[in-house]
């Protein structure tokens, strides 16, 4: 089993910046990437970043120049830059990690932009 529990969410002024984490724990060995989503009210679902466990980065072209995805592989964690949010960045941010059998969502962290 895997566990991830993201932190960070809060509400911010439109321009200003957060750093969401993810925590994951359980049998990690053969993950092959993790990443975030969002959803907003009344939005589907829609990815935001990859880290593959190779290095490579995907970005969704709305966050591009703005997000960066990271991790830091000794404590288990993912992390979201956000900076220069819009209003339109309210949403829940969902982390993922995707293995070749099976995909962990955790339960998702609130982002509230202000205009």
């Known amino acids: 089993q895997v566990q991830l529990v993201e932190s960070g969410g809060g509400l911010v002024q439109a321009g200003g910046s957060l750093r969401l984490s993810c925590a994951a724990s359980?049998?990690?060995?053969?993950?092959?990437?993790m990443g975030w989503y969002r959803q907003a009210p009344g939005k589907q679902r829609e990815l935001v970043a990859v880290?593959?466990?190779?290095?490579?980065?995907n970005y969704a072209d709305f966050v591009k120049g703005r997000f960066t995805i990271s991790r830091d592989n000794a404590k288990s964690t993912q992390y979201l830059q956000m900076n220069s949010l819009e209003p339109e960045d309210t949403a829940v941010y969902y982390c993922t990690a995707r293995f070749p059998d099976m995909n962990y969502w955790g339960k998702g962290t609130l982002v509230t932009v202000s205009s």
């Open positions: 359980g049998f990690l060995s053969r993950l092959l990437d």
């Open positions: 880290l593959t466990t190779g290095g490579s980065t």
